[in-house]
């Protein structure tokens, strides 16, 4: 069926794509997401995706950003058409700020963001969702990849030219370099998941919270002990001159 024509004013934006690939998205959500909890989407663009998947999945709270004002306003508008309680007030939020404006989240959810960004915002999208996400936190991408450098689809290889010829930090990016990224920040690859039109949802987990390696810890403890080595050895020398002293007739302790 196709999306109402806004008016002039309506300021909700309809991207065709989301109206094909929003069924199959929510389908892989439905069974990945937890039951209840805080899913953050990042780049939300027109809100519709947020919108469709909070009035169908009731139990999550869903946050939407984006940095792009006309983006932000077409989220809160998409937001209000559709009353639902659980989809929150759009954010600001630009993946490479050192600081995003939600510390904590159960899910961080990104479609389409990080081939036609340049590699930084991939940088800091896994950067971020290592700080907001908890031990077995999820991560969802959703959009083209390439497989060990080549293309799944000549279409893909069309756009990815078309991206490139817009801005040459763009581009698909390589599957296998967006999870070395993710295990540098302790994300392990859960799931890929072929999706219609030469798309893949790519599903990261959370490892536990990486603590110092063995050899560190053993370091550390060396380092303590050595404190009260070095006590040890003072106190010696000091009962060794308090001996001294008395054994040379010294009588009471000299305190100075
Ligand atoms: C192609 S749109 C995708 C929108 C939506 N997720 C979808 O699938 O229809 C890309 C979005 O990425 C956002 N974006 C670009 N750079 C970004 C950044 N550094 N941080 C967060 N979002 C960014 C843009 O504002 C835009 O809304």
């Known amino acids: 069926m196709p999306e109402p ?6 300021p909700r934006q309809y991207r065709p794509h989301v109206a094909r690939n929003r069924e199959p998205i929510l389908a892989v959500l439905a069974r990945v997401l937890p039951p209840r909890g805080l899913v953050l989407e990042i780049a939300s663009g027109s809100g519709e995706h947020v919108a469709y998947f909070a009035a169908r999945l009731p139990a999550l709270s869903w946050q939407p950003s984006d940095p792009d004002p006309q983006a932000l306003a077409s989220i809160a508008a998409h937001r209000a058409a559709s009353g639902a309680p659980n989809l929150l007030v759009p954010l600001h939020l630009d993946v490479t700020a050192s600081a995003w404006p939600v510390e904590r989240a159960d899910v961080v959810m990104c479609c389409n ?26 991560l969802y991408l959703y959009g083209p990849y390439t497989i060990d450098g080549r293309h799944t689809a000549p279409s893909n290889e069309a756009f990815d030219r078309q991206l490139k010829s817009q801005n040459a930090a763009w581009g698909i990016r390589d599957l296998a370099e967006v999870t070395a990224l993710a295990k540098r920040h302790h994300f392990a690859l859960a799931e890929t998941v072929p999706m219609p039109a030469n798309n893949f949802s790519v599903i990261f987990r959370r ?50």
Do not use: N
């Not at 024509?5 to 309506?10: A, F, G, L, Q, V």
């Open 5 to 10: 024509s806004p008016e002039p004013s309506d």
């Open 113 to 138: 963001m990080i081939h036609i960004a340049p590699w930084t915002a991939c940088e800091g999208l896994i950067a971020g969702a290592e700080r907001t996400l908890p031990a077995g936190g999820l």
């Open 207 to 256: 490892g536990a919270q990486q603590g110092p390696s063995a050899l560190a810890r053993v370091r550390s403890t060396l380092r303590f002990a050595s404190r009260f080595r070095d006590a040890e050895r003072a106190l010696r020398r000091y009962c060794d001159g308090l001996r001294l002293r008395q054994t040379r007739g010294a009588g009471d302790f000299d305190w100075t």
